[in-house]
């Protein structure tokens, strides 16, 4: 069955990085198209970006332009988010999504926090 696993969310300090990771199964990893959302507290799920199944990437979120960055790795099944300069608005669980046959699947998301 189709399976989304985000990791590499931790609390990290204002101005640090950080690299999220999607490892997805269950599907032809390479021929489908990824998403990055958010959802900060109290907040709705935001789309951060999209990267295509070729890799052509297209971040929505204006404010993680210049810092966040997607990329995949088709032989390895994982998609990724670059995380640079954090701020303490960044702070949500982030949450790679998939899309097949008119489904979507969502992984559990991973917790990012960005504190002093």
């Known amino acids: 069955q189709v399976q989304l696993v985000e990791s590499g969310g931790v609390l990290v300090q204002p101005g640090g990085s950080l690299k999220l990771s999607c490892a997805a199964s269950?599907?032809?990893?390479?021929?489908?198209h990824m998403w990055w959302y958010r959802q900060a507290p109290g907040e709705e799920r935001e789309l951060v970006g999209?990267?295509?199944?070729?890799?052509?990437?297209?971040l929505f979120l204006e404010s993680a332009k210049g810092r966040f960055r997607i990329s995949r790795d088709n032989t390895k099944n994982t998609m990724y988010l670059q995380m640079k300069n954090l701020k303490p608005e960044d702070t949500a669980v982030y949450y790679c999504?998939?899309?097949?046959?008119?489904?979507?699947?969502w992984g559990q998301g991973t917790q990012v926090t960005v504190s002093s």
């Open positions: 999504n998939a899309r097949l046959e008119g489904t979507s699947y």
């Open positions: 269950g599907f032809t990893f390479s021929s489908v």
């Open positions: 999209f990267i295509s199944s070729s890799g052509g990437v297209s």
